[in-house]
């Protein structure tokens, strides 16, 4: 089982989380988040993969942060549709082209670009009482994961669970992400989830472990990661 921590803020903050060894680091590019990053992402183990949570963002941005922070993952948070998911790809995979080429042509590896592997990307879908899965049949081909969060006032980062029991009905293999106010104290009922049929590959905590909005508190998280 992966383990995301997202909402990350403060740089000495996120190396000591990124000791900890999660799988992913999430970092959220929204104005209008409690947890909005800006700054420098220190230098983080290959292990784990730097995750860009974007809202509705314009693509130009998109792709100019996945260059400049070297992201791993692109986390779509919003409502983003499937012909904005299709031209992301064509944008991604055009840039990775280009600097694989120029890698070649220069015979060294460019910083400002991760050419290596595919960038990820996780489709968001908020959750109340009910979900209509029929919405995600389009989406299947063209994520590599889902992330199901409890549907509220904010983007993301309210600290409420949904029912999982909801997610009894989802019909797919593909591979989703686990979110929405999960804390330590929930993790009985996470290892009862996760030990279902469902193909959960990921939880994604974030404000259950806060001291204050993007600071993390680090022994509950190891905790948290131990138990896991």
Same mark, same amino acid.
């Given at each position: 089982m992966k383990l995301k921590v997202c909402g990350m803020k403060f740089i000495e903050n996120v190396q000591q989380v990124a000791d900890l060894q999660p799988d992913y680091?999430?970092? /959220?590019?929204?104005?209008?988040?409690k947890r909005n990053f800006e700054g /420098? /992402?220190?230098? @983080?183990?290959?292990?784990?993969?730097?995750t860009g949570v974007f809202v509705?963002?314009?693509?130009? /941005?998109?792709i100019s942060l996945v260059e400049e922070y070297q @992201?791993?993952?692109i986390q779509l948070h919003g409502d983003e549709s499937l012909e904005y998911i299709k031209e992301l790809q064509i944008q991604l995979a055009q840039r990775r082209a280009l600097f694989i080429e120029e890698n070649k042509q220069q015979k060294k590896k460019n910083k400002h670009f991760i050419a290596d592997e595919k960038v990820e990307i996780i489709k968001v879908f908020g959750i109340k009482e009910t979900f209509d899965f029929e919405l995600l049949p389009p989406f299947l081909d063209h994520v590599d994961y889902f992330l199901f969060d409890t549907k509220g006032k904010e983007r993301g980062g309210n600290g409420v669970q949904f029912d999982w029991q909801v997610l009894k009905e989802y019909p797919f293999e593909k591979p989703f992400?686990?979110?929405?106010?999960?804390?330590?104290?929930d993790i009985e009922a996470v290892q009862k989830i996760i030990n279902s049929d469902l193909p959960i590959y990921a939880l994604d905590v974030n404000s259950k472990f806060e001291i204050e909005p993007g600071l993390k508190n680090v022994n509950e998280v190891k905790n948290f990661k131990n138990k896991l």
């Open positions: 680091l999430g970092f /959220i590019f929204y104005e209008k988040s /420098i /992402i220190p230098e @983080l183990p290959r292990s784990i993969k730097k509705n963002e314009y693509l130009e /941005i998109v @992201l791993d993952a992400f686990l979110s929405g106010g999960i804390g330590l104290k």
